[in-house]
């Protein structure tokens, strides 16, 4: 199983935009991810790819999330997303 | 437009000729098939609508609500209709129960969800339909809600079978510069691609129109366009300064007014602070908002509007749903009453924004039905350190008590979508009782009369505007100069026309046509008859 952490960087956290182009990079992925955050136990972690769940996991700016997946490429993939969540998406 | 999606019934459970894989694969289907549609339309949208409607693609077919919907059809047997219905419900609240800002995102589920149903019944998306090519939108009526989605480049005209000639619709198309034609039972049975001739001036359509109709549709569009340029300055024929200026619902609102060259804001609803939101705006909230305003308009008048919720407006933290007669209950100004504090916290943000700008700035309460509540508002003014404390006259009792009330306060203006509705005691938004709901009732005119009488009898000029839609009317423009109203507030669009059709009278016409339409029959006939005698607004197609 690969884990990275990520501090959100969007401005007002990761919701809407930001979360609709976190969940559209995972959907795009071949492997399953699951995002908490760092204070919430991995059984609670959740689906990556759905926009709800990330919107209901309510990441505002500066908080740490965690990043789980396994299989080929779990490393790189997790790398991606963690620089699309450590960019302010916001800014745009 | 399509008729709203209905709920499935509790408990539905799958056919007996379609098994649970079945139904999952049809609704996978389904979700899929909105998403792509949503996703289209996200292609050809700009800005914020862009991001709600990426946004909401991606929710379609969303792994958390599908999962949800695809237990309930597993392990219950439920119908892939009512397992959407019931997940979506349950997402819906978990976003409503986050608040701020997740909370609104509810309504984008279960917008999400309506269309998901259609899709599996095979009936069009509920919402006013996407198409390539302009048309003309006919539907029972249309809700605020509506004119986020209504894009003005491809609609033409609106048509509704319900509403009346203040209803939203009617506000929408003025907003717009739309032709519409609202109350017109019927319209439900024309069938989608008919060709129709909607005349908004005279409230006819013409199934099947002949070749002149299709070429006054064309000058009109002409015309509509040469017609967008207000030099700035409203007056009648001989010098009378009728000072013109915009009803607005925010900054942007207020920016676009002062582009079309209003000569202040008349109205500034801030409900707009408001709506949509689970909490009262912060002080600073507030502030910014209404600085966004008043800097539109530097050396300006601008007259703020006190939050105006209850009714067709609720307020989830300040209004009660459940009130038998909400139009006849807490709303506007009685808010006070039930909720202190709102208000003074508003007009303290107000008057914060009000420092370091240079606008005007004037702040009315809506609703006010007695002298003792205008004074008590005066005071709370006061305290706040707003110089100019005015009313809003829309209760018949404050436009038969205007004198007493204009003794206390420095302005009234005069809201009279309300003041019809109260005064014919008619729903506005009823179709059935659109005849009754027109600022031309005599009686309304006789209101509206009153109310300067009241100011002229106090003694001091105080100034009586109108805000309400009858002053974007240009023939009803001059009636209301002729009854002594001193200024017009309405939508910006309107203003051009309006100031075209004043500058063709003087006073003392404008006065003549005031008591032509008050001295007539029927509201119809007061319309036709000072129509009759602005051969102005035929040459415009007004």
Known sequence: MSERTATIASRVGLHARPAAIFAEAVGALDLEVTIALESDPAEDAMDASSI????????????VVVLRAEGDGADEALESLVKILETDLDAE | MP???????????????????????????????????????????????????????????????????????TNNGTSAERAIWESAAS?????????????????????????????????????????????ILVADDLAPADTATLN????????????????????????????????????DDIADG?????????????????????????????????????SGEGATADGHLVPLLANVGGAA???????????????????????????????????????????AFPGKKVVVRTLDAGADKPLPFLTDASEPNPALGVRGYRTDFTSPGVLKR??????????????????????????????????????????????MVEVPSAALTSESILGLVDFASLGTNDLTQYAMAADRQLGPLAALNTPWQPAVLRLIQL????????????????????????????????LGVNTLSMTARALSAVAAVLATVTVPEAQRLAAVALAAPSAVEARARVRAELPILDELGL
């Open chain 2, 91 to 135: 997402v819906a609240e978990m976003l409503h129960n986050l608040g701020g800002y997740m909370a609104e995102r509810s309504t984008d589920v279960l917008d999400v969800r309506s269309r998901i149903v259609a899709e599996l019944r095979g009936v069009p998306a509920p919402g006013i339909p996407a198409a390539d090519e302009p048309f």
């Open chain 2, 152 to 187: 003005p480049a491809i609609v033409l005209a609106l048509v509704t079978s319900g509403g009346g000639p203040q209803s939203h619709t009617a506000i929408i198309a003025r907003a717009l510069g739309l032709p519409a034609v609202v109350a017109a039972p019927g319209v």
């Open chain 2, 346 to 391: 508003q007009l303290a943000a107000i008057a914060t924004a009000a420092e370091g700008t240079e606008a005007d700035v004037w702040v009315m309460a809506p609703m006010i039905s007695t002298a003792e509540e205008a004074a008590d508002f005066a005071a709370m003014c006061r305290e706040a350190g707003l110089k100019t404390p005015g009313v």
């Open chain 2, 3 to 73: 008729k709203a999606v209905s709920e499935p019934p509790a408990g539905e459970k799958l056919a007996s000729s379609t098994t649970a894989e079945d139904a999952a694969v049809t609704l996978r289907a389904a979700a899929k098939a909105v998403q792509a549609e949503l996703k289209q339309r996200s292609v050809g949208a700009t800005g914020a609508g862009k991001s709600v409607l990426e946004a909401t693609a991606l929710m379609a077919a969303d792994p958390m609500l599908i999962k949800g919907a695809v237990k309930l059809i």
């Open chain 1, 52 to 63: 709800l769940s990330l919107m209901s996991l309510g990441a505002g700016n500066g908080q």
């Open chain 2, 194 to 230: 008919t060709s129709i001739y909607v005349d908004g001036a005279a409230g006819s359509i013409t199934v099947d129109p002949d070749a002149d109709q299709v070429a006054a549709a064309e000058a009109w569009a002409t015309t509509a366009a040469t017609l967008a340029v207000f």
């Open chain 2, 253 to 295: 609102d207020a920016v676009k007014a002062a582009a079309a060259g209003a000569q202040g804001v008349g109205l500034l609803r801030t409900e707009f602070c408001f709506l949509d939101r689970d909490e009262e705006p912060t002080l600073d909230e507030q502030v910014t908002a209404y600085r966004g305003v008043f800097d």
């Open chain 2, 451 to 482: 109310t300067v009488a009241g100011s002229v009898a106090e003694g001091n000029n105080k100034p009586v505007g109108v805000c309400g839609e009858a002053a974007a009317d240009p023939a009803l423009a001059v009636v209301l100069v002729g």
